[in-house]
């Protein structure tokens, strides 16, 4: 079956730097669009960033744009997000999704993506 499992969280002061990876397991990686997402306790999840299947085109939410970055390495099946310049506002629990390329517009939605990670918390202190 398919599995994808994050890593790479943690706490850190704001200012600094994580870099989020997920494996994916069970599934032609190269197939799929990938994407992080993020959500906190009582709030909606929120798509963080997205990336197509050949890293060809990429999505970022704005409130990361400049500072965050998606990539992909389809010889390893893994996903990465760096992510520099941490605010306070961007903890929360991180997962990782993956949806296959069935020729449909580009994903951006939780909705729009079939299997998802646990997650893995990334807490920015002031």
């Known amino acids: 079956q398919v599995q994808l499992v994050e890593s790479g969280g943690g706490s850190v002061q704001a200012g600094g730097s994580l870099r989020l990876s997920c494996t994916a397991s069970g599934l032609t990686y190269y197939n799929y669009y990938m994407a992080w997402f993020r959500q906190t306790p009582g709030k909606e999840r929120e798509g963080v960033a997205t990336i197509s299947t050949g890293s060809f085109r990429t999505y970022y939410v704005d409130s990361v744009k400049g500072r965050f970055t998606i990539s992909r390495d389809n010889a390893k099946n893994t996903l990465y997000l760096q992510m520099n310049s941490l605010k306070p506002e961007d903890s929360a629990m991180y997962y990782c999704?993956?949806?296959?390329?069935?020729?449909?517009?580009?994903?951006?939605?939780?909705?729009?993506?079939?299997?998802w990670g646990q997650g893995t918390q990334v807490t920015v202190s002031s």
């Open positions: 999704a993956a949806r296959r390329d069935t020729g449909l517009p580009f994903p951006r939605a939780s909705s729009d993506f079939n299997y």
